[in-house]
């Protein structure tokens, strides 16, 4: 099987930075990508039970790997549910396919979100972890429009090895995240 092309990527063009802007010479130590995990919360199927079908479905389709049906722990009376209710639906990517859905998630659906003008790069959590939201899971290429039923929204989690924010946001900028640019973000605050 071929190497993915983000992977190959990493090893000939990010390593070398890292390792020059952190000072880090023992590959191991150097950030790399963990897993990526892709969630979609599926609120609305207490009132359609077919959502939950359709969420896992897509999210089949756009990952290329079955997803897990989360369900609720506990019981909400104010949202009328009921412990062991089907409410959302994640994958979790390790290897290659983490590779292969980060590779079309920056050069296809990234660019296909209507007016994009770059990611937060406030997204981080603090330990190197990225969080990105995406409203619609028609920016994915796979998604048959005719066979759409809802549009959902999806949450994307990106965890690395990474120490803080900044050898974070350094890994995934060399592997092509499009991050506003500092400037861009202040003035998109006022």
Known sequence: MAVPRLLEKYRAEV??????KFGIQNLLALPRLEKIVV?????????????????????????GQKPVVAKA??????????????????????????????????????????????????????????????????VFPEINLDKLEFVQGMNVTIVTTARNDEQGFELLLGLGMPFKRPAEAKTGEN
């Open 15 to 20: 390593i070398p930075k890292l390792k020059e």
């Open 39 to 63: 969630n979609m919360g599926v609120g609305k199927a207490l009132e359609n039970k077919n959502r939950i079908d359709h969420a896992v479905r897509d999210l089949a389709t756009i990952t």
């Open 73 to 138: 722990r506990r019981s909400v009376s104010g949202f009328r549910l009921r412990q062991g209710n089907p409410i959302g639906v994640f994958v979790t990517l390790r290897r290659d396919k983490m590779y292969e859905f980060l590779d079309r998630l920056i050069s296809i659906a990234i660019p296909r979100i209507r007016d994009f003008r770059g990611l937060d790069p406030k997204g981080f959590d603090g330990h190197g972890n990225y969080n990105m939201g995406l409203s619609e899971q028609i």
